[in-house]
């Protein structure tokens, strides 16, 4: 089986690093985006051969061109994109300013739209593109009014994607990740005990008793992105441990 090439936006920690780490573990060839050269180096440097990073803010159109020349220039095609780069910034929806509503919007909305579309022309057919969402979706939880929306409104593209990018062989699915221990609680604003709390709330309610960890997302992004799941078209595989059942 030839090696596959996937780009992973926002590879450098958590998620996107667990499933960076999966997919070289399989043979893959691996391009991981951070906004950051010092983050970036470190992951690369964990991460080793088969592994490249690129420096690129997924809030900036400038950057996700340059993040695309330089992919064609060096790998000519790839085939599979892992939406992943994302914030989350706890805020009470009457005290959400337009800084943060922007700023959310700009990176979890509106730089993978624009990510995806930019990707087109390089991406094989067949190809995946694979979006990172979330639980948010459909249960609600204060304090994410912003974070939510930007999530589902990721989620409704994915159906239209699937019907324009039919005939190129393009097709979209989504894995939507309950609670997961990552470092994207410490950006979010929350105090150490608030992030405790939640952690040890999931942990006692979850019926696979404990929190879920980016290893355990990372095979399934390794299914939607591998040929096992050509058929699959606007599927969204919910990995929460059952907290939502």
Not at 30 to 55: C, E, F, H, R, W
Not at 151 to 173: Q, Y
Not at 208 to 214: E, V
Request: hydrophobic letters at 40%; aromatic letters at 6%.
């Amino acid at each position: 089986m030839s090696t596959k090439t996937i780009v992973i936006t926002g590879g450098t920690t958590g998620i996107g690093f667990s499933c960076a780490e999966y997919l070289l573990g399989l043979n893959y060839q691996v391009i991981i985006t951070g906004k950051t050269k010092d983050n970036l180096d470190s992951a690369v440097s964990k991460l080793g051969n088969n592994s490249v990073g690129i420096l690129s803010d997924t809030s900036s159109l400038n950057d996700i061109d340059n993040l695309v020349s330089q992919v064609k220039s060096r790998f000519g095609k790839i085939d599979g994109l892992f939406i992943n780069a994302g914030i989350f910034k706890a805020s009470n929806f009457e005290q959400t300013s337009e800084e943060l509503f922007d700023q959310t919007m700009n990176i979890n909305f509106k730089g993978a739209f624009f990510t995806i579309q930019k990707f087109i022309p390089i991406l094989k057919n067949p190809s995946s593109v694979v979006l990172n969402t979330s639980i948010v979706v459909f249960k609600a939880f204060a304090d994410t009014s912003v974070y939510t929306a930007s999530k589902a409104a990721l989620e409704s593209l994915s159906k239209v994607l699937n019907i324009e990018l039919a005939d190129k062989g393009i097709r979209v699915n989504i894995v939507s990740p309950g609670v997961t221990e990552s470092p994207i609680q410490k950006k979010s604003g929350m105090s150490d005990d608030a992030i405790d709390n939640l952690l040890k709330h999931f942990s006692s309610t979850s019926p696979i008793g404990r929190i879920i960890q980016p290893t355990d997302i990372a095979p399934i992004v390794e299914f939607l992105l591998s040929d096992k799941s050509q058929v699959l078209r606007n599927e969204k595989i919910i990995v929460d441990g059952g907290t939502t059942l």
